[in-house]
Structure formats: structure tokens, C-alpha cells
């Protein structure tokens, strides 16, 4: 595991002290789940953007072509 020395605005460490303590974790926890996630999103960003450079205009209306017409199912309708 590595050690890494950040300087932050005391205002942030503040902040990040007192989620540490709300939450029963250390800053340390709280600052390695940020940073995995921020990792996370921007693999399933770079990930969404080349899988759509494959993707094919006709592929994707063919495909919509078998979703069936008519009333949603119920549950299924959008928030108004």
C-alpha cells in the first residue's frame, strides 16, 4: 500500500473530519472510496465512448423495431 502526502484547504479537511465521524470511518476510508469511485466513473465513461463508436444506426433501430407498441405495463409509466 502507498503513502500519500495532500494538502487541502482547512476548510475541506474540516469537512472531511466531520463525515468521518458521522459516518465511523477514517478520512483515509472516506477519501480511497472517493477516489475509486471517480476512477470507476471515468473507466464507464471511456468504456460507453468506444463502445459507441462501434455501435450502428441500423443495428439500434432494428433492435428498436422489436420493442412492442401499446400501453406501458403497469408500474412501467414515467413520472408525469
Not at 41 to 64: C, I, M, P, Q, S
Request: glycine letters at 8%; charged letters at 30%; proline letters at 5%.
Amino acid at each position: 500500500m502507498s503513502t500519500l502526502s495532500l494538502r487541502l484547504p482547512n476548510s475541506l479537511h474540516q469537512k472531511l473530519k466531520e463525515l468521518a465521524a458521522k459516518e465511523g470511518i477514517s478520512i483515509n476510508q472516506i477519501l480511497t472510496t472517493a477516489a475509486a469511485e471517480k476512477i470507476a466513473a471515468l473507466a464507464t465513461e471511456e468504456y460507453l465512448l468506444e463502445r459507441g463508436k462501434r455501435g450502428r444506426k441500423t443495428k439500434f433501430r432494428r433492435v428498436l423495431g422489436k420493442v412492442p407498441t401499446g400501453a406501458p405495463v403497469s408500474g412501467d409509466q414515467p413520472d408525469a
